[in-house]
């Protein structure tokens, strides 16, 4: 009996097209996702003018989708292990697709809150899922690089919103811009056909053939035979649990990763949903807001391509803590009523480094556990993550509701992102070395 290591496989492979077709696939299926959590910062402005709700409101309502998020990542997680990945990411296509939709119906508050709570709880079953797949089907060489740009899917689809409602809010209904959320209903069919499923999931269905067919599109150099068994790393049949995210040496990077996934999506998401809004309390015209929210996500580009290439070839940590500083000092530039030039770069570069750091997070975060609880380490992460991402929409439209400064809100990002600097200094890069887990292979590269 041979006994191969499909991890390593996959792991020595070249890109090819195979990789490409999963990247893009996992690529539109972020876009999608991020158009239907931004598409209601992109409306706020207008909302308040065609409803009766106040910021306050407004900002719980924004927050809904992140508690969906949470409830979600943990309920997502338990049915991926029993159904698959590629089968849950389709349920949570549908779901966020729907109730998305079904906003531009809406007229209470309640309808609301219901509507964007299963947005968020459709998306944890994509996120988690998406960031676990792509890390698990892409060549160590270029892993990072490849995770942050699926990243880019998030910020794409907040573009994609923010430039729709450029052509759509000032002449038409904003209930249209809910209503082409239905769209990504008709792909679930190109998912269920170009997406595959976990190895883990083949290997313990001792699905053979399948297995073999993507280790040879994944690496032309792999040859069956017939006598061939299979193994994800060395941990088959195994799942993680919470405690083994605090054993072995493990506790304070679990803390400090948790720390920067609230802080990174608390920004991230605080900008998405008020930039708009204070930038209109600014002077700034409605249009001028919108486009300085898409300048905002167009920036994620520069920061996902940048931080992505010198991740892979330099220091995860170097970079994070670059761009974290980055965030700390531009945003108090935004306190100064400047000129309008200097204001759109610095929001260009801020959303360079914050969703940059984002797609990097996401990577380091993923490579620096063992494979056994690799998924439970990164969806526990995204889970706190999303309570930062909650909260931030709340918090800014308390600040708003209670007429606070707008340079409050802004300077609350510049004391956030450096705590984000400190937790990654603080934290330890085992990305290219060996974890200090008692009896657990670091399997480094391995996806789960």
């Avoid at 690496?219 to 068994?229: A, M, R, T, V």
Wanted: charged share 10%; glycine share 10%.
């Amino acid at each position: 009996m041979n006994m191969v290591n499909v991890n390593d496989i996959i792991s020595n492979s070249k890109f090819n097209k195979f990789f490409m077709i999963v990247i893009l696939t996992c690529l539109v299926v972020m876009i999608f996702g991020g158009y239907a959590i931004n598409v209601f910062g992109v409306v706020v402005p207008v909302l308040t003018d065609n409803i009766d709700f106040n910021p306050a409101q407004i900002g719980l309502i924004a927050s809904c989708a992140l508690y969906g998020m949470i409830v979600g990542s943990i309920l997502f997680g338990m049915l991926a292990d029993k159904i698959g990945r590629k089968k849950t990411i389709i349920i949570g296509i549908f779901v966020y697709s729907v109730f998305t939709g079904l906003i531009g119906f809406a007229n209470f508050q309640i309808e609301f809150i219901l509507f964007r709570f299963m947005i968020g709880l459709g998306l944890a079953g994509v996120v988690a899922n998406i960031i676990a797949l792509i890390t698990e089907y892409s060549p160590l060489a270029n892993r990072g690089l490849i995770v942050a740009i699926t990243s880019l899917g998030v910020p794409l689809g907040s573009m994609l919103a923010a430039g729709l409602g450029i052509l759509i809010i000032p002449y038409y209904s904003w209930k249209i811009m809910f209503w082409l959320a239905f769209i990504p209903v008709l792909m679930i069919p190109v998912i269920y056909y170009f997406m595959p499923e976990s190895m883990v999931f083949y290997t313990n269905k001792g699905d053979k053939n399948e297995i073999r067919r993507i280790l040879m599109l994944a690496n032309n150099k792999y040859i069956f035979k017939q006598e061939d068994n299979y193994q994800v790393g060395n941990f088959n049949n195994q799942r993680g649990f919470i405690y083994n995210l605090f054993q072995g040496g493990l506790a304070k990077n679990t803390i400090l990763f948790w720390i920067m996934y609230f802080i990174n999506l608390f920004m991230s998401f605080g900008i998405q949903t008020w930039l708009p809004k204070m930038m209109v309390l600014q002077g700034y015209h409605l249009v001028s807001s919108l486009w300085l929210l898409l300048t905002f996500n167009l920036g994620s580009f520069l920061g996902v391509f940048v931080g992505g290439w010198f991740a892979d070839k330099y220091s995860y940590k170097r970079i994070l803590v670059m761009f974290y500083l980055i965030i700390a000092i531009l945003v108090n530039i935004l306190v100064i009523n400047t000129n309008e030039i200097t204001v759109y770069t610095v929001i260009f570069i801020i959303g360079a480094a914050m969703l940059g750091a984002q797609g990097l997070i996401a990577s380091y975060v993923a490579q620096c556990y063992p494979l056994a609880f690799r998924s439970t380490a990164v969806g526990w992460a995204v889970s706190i993550g999303c309570l930062g991402g909650a909260v931030g929409p709340t918090i800014g439209g308390m600040l708003l509701a209670a007429n606070v400064s707008i340079a409050i809100n802004f300077i609350i990002f510049a004391i956030l992102a450096l705590i984000g600097a400190l937790a990654v200094i603080l934290s330890q890069d085992y990305t290219k070395s060996v974890m200090p887990v008692e009896g657990i292979t670091n399997d480094i590269g391995g996806g789960s």
